[in-house]
């Protein structure tokens, strides 16, 4: 069985209950559900971990390397835009990468238009909503065959 861990950024534990004209009525606790469900189908196994603090993201994803996960997947919320630190963590692992957004960033604030993880990402899914969960658990999927 793959074993893929999922990266959740600042704000996203406020999922359900802020913007949700952009983010959607799901928790955060909602999507990992329903992405587990679809991803056992599949013969994956998903971890999720949260966290609002950038060394705390930096850790999990070096830890990628110590746990033996086949991939990652990644919504690094606001650290996105911003963190050159995050960028130089993922460049480090030599496992796939999937970058992952609620919404279409593309479709919002100018500032949210660049992504440093898009950089090192093998692939990105954004603008479905909780969706783009199980959306990115395929393309992670596809990468690993």
């Known amino acids: 069985m793959k074993k893929i861990l999922v990266i959740n950024g600042p ?3 406020l999922l359900g209950k ?3 004209e952009i983010y959607g ?3 955060l ?3 990992e559900i329903e992405t587990k469900k679809f991803s056992k189908i599949n013969n994956i ?3 999720f971990k949260q966290s609002n603090e ?3 993201i930096i850790n999990l994803i070096q830890d990628c390397m110590k746990k033996s996960h086949d991939g990652l997947l990644i919504n690094a919320g606001a650290y996105t835009h911003t963190s050159i630190a995050i960028f130089d963590a993922l460049k480090a692992i030599k496992i796939p990468i999937v970058e992952i957004h609620l919404s279409n960033i593309h479709k919002r604030e100018e500032f949210r ?11 990105v899914i954004f ?8 959306l990115a658990v395929m393309a992670m999927k596809n990468l690993l065959e």
Request: proline share 0%.
């Open 113 to 123: 238009k660049k992504s440093y993880i898009s950089e090192v990402a093998d692939g």
């Open 11 to 13: 704000n996203l534990n």
């Open 45 to 47: 196994e998903v971890e």
């Open 25 to 27: 009525k799901s928790s």
């Open 29 to 31: 606790k909602d999507i």
């Open 127 to 134: 603008g479905f909503g909780s969706y783009s969960y199980i």
């Open 54 to 56: 950038e060394s705390e």
């Open 18 to 20: 802020r913007e949700i």
